[in-house]
């Protein structure tokens, strides 16, 4: 008809990003809404076709038809004969750290064990962490101890930035996963954990042997190993250099992190085609963060180059509160689950019990 829906945004603080709309062939109206930072916002659609006001406050999952693949001379498409099964980090951690509202510990119970039914490779529970540092996280303990385990698969991680995070974590057995958030930016790390990185190998190493003694897994993540923002050197070579100095700790797990959304399809794909087959051992899983409008494109690059470990937040919430001033969203899990649909990547998830995740996710908005 012509008629364009219009946004009205409402908020004590600014918020930012898009939010834009198509019309569906039975006439109703979809919403894939941007990733915002406020602490009091109201986002909604009113249409001229006198319609009901639309309540968007969660968030729509990009629509895969909008998806242009990235151009064949960056690289080849995907190929369905070549199609690996992904595993998928949800991560309660990052979704939960940066709400400034403290989320009451019976919310992220019943959140959290909804997600241990949906079939998750492993969940991101929680951190050990100084309080006043992350005070979001300051009951990890407590919502581990409330949750009920059984007859669920999913690995439980969660993450520590010293040794004695680590001891704390290795003493519940509930937990079989610990991971430590290493930095390829010494500008990064001091930001995140007022560490330099001769002392930030000391601690992986410290706790790779403790944990390895436990028989507990240990990831460590490669913060700004897509592109350095602050401003560091950063190369290929820097980051193999850091990829060798922890493989040599016994470190196989090491997901890379661009927490500020940053790097493009091209460099992903670039970094990831170039360390899988120096490592051919490690895990390289991608934890992205990422406006919804860009993740189909960096997924397409991260899968072509060989990841096949996500970690995801429903609804693309959370983000890092000591990366910049601004969050920027995760990759939302509804994102992947609809990239794996559309080619055809099998996914063992329980998708009426994430449907109720979706609701539980939802009310951290409110």
């Not at 919310?107 to 979001?136: E, H, N, R, W």
């Not at 944990?211 to 820097?238: C, H, I, Q």
């Not at 899968?303 to 995801?312: D, L, P």
């Not at 055809?344 to 009426?352: A, G, S």
Request: proline content about 6%.
């Amino acid at each position: 008809s012509g008629q364009k829906p219009f946004i009205r945004v409402e908020s004590r603080k600014s918020c930012r990003e898009e939010a834009r709309s198509w019309k569906m062939e039975d006439g109703s109206w979809k919403m894939e809404v941007g990733r915002w930072k406020s602490e009091d916002a109201c986002f909604w659609l009113e249409s001229t076709l006198n319609t009901k006001p639309i309540n968007i406050s969660t968030y729509q999952p990009v629509n895969p038809s909008t998806h242009q693949p990235v151009k064949p001379s960056t690289y080849k498409p995907i190929n369905s004969s070549t199609m690996s099964t992904i595993h998928i980090t949800e991560t309660v951690r990052d979704a939960l750290q940066g709400i400034p509202g403290f989320v009451p510990t019976e919310m992220k119970t019943a959140y959290t064990q909804s997600l241990l039914k949906v079939g998750f490779d492993c969940i991101d529970i929680g951190s050990f962490v100084s309080p006043k540092a992350v005070p979001q996280m300051a009951d990890t303990g407590q919502v581990i101890q409330n949750l009920d385990f059984n007859h669920s698969k999913s690995n439980r991680m969660v993450l520590v930035v010293n040794e004695k995070g680590a001891e704390k974590a290795a003493e519940i057995p509930q937990i079989n996963r610990i991971s430590f958030p290493y930095s390829v930016s010494p500008t990064f790390l001091q930001r995140n954990m007022k560490l330099d990185t001769a002392r930030a190998f000391e601690i992986v190493r410290n706790i790779a042997t403790s944990s390895y003694a436990k028989r507990l897994d240990f990831t460590v993540y490669l913060s700004m190993g897509l592109g350095n923002p602050y401003g560091d050197d950063w190369s290929l070579e820097l980051l193999t250099n850091s990829i060798t100095e922890l493989y040599k700790s016994g470190i196989r797990k090491m997901p890379l992190s661009d927490i500020l959304g940053e790097a493009s399809p091209d460099m992903i794909f670039m970094v990831y085609s170039k360390i899988i087959p120096m490592f051919p051992d490690v895990q390289f899983g991608l934890h992205l963060h990422t406006k919804p409008s860009e993740s189909f494109a960096k997924m397409e690059a991260a899968y072509t180059a060989g990841v096949t470990n996500f970690e995801t937040v429903l609804n693309g919430l959370g983000g890092c509160p000591f990366a910049a001033d601004e969050l920027v969203g995760n990759l939302s899990t509804q994102d992947l689950i609809a990239f794996c649909d559309m080619n055809e990547i099998p996914l063992t998830l329980d998708r009426t019990a994430l449907e109720k995740s979706v609701e539980i996710a939802a009310g951290f908005l409110h």
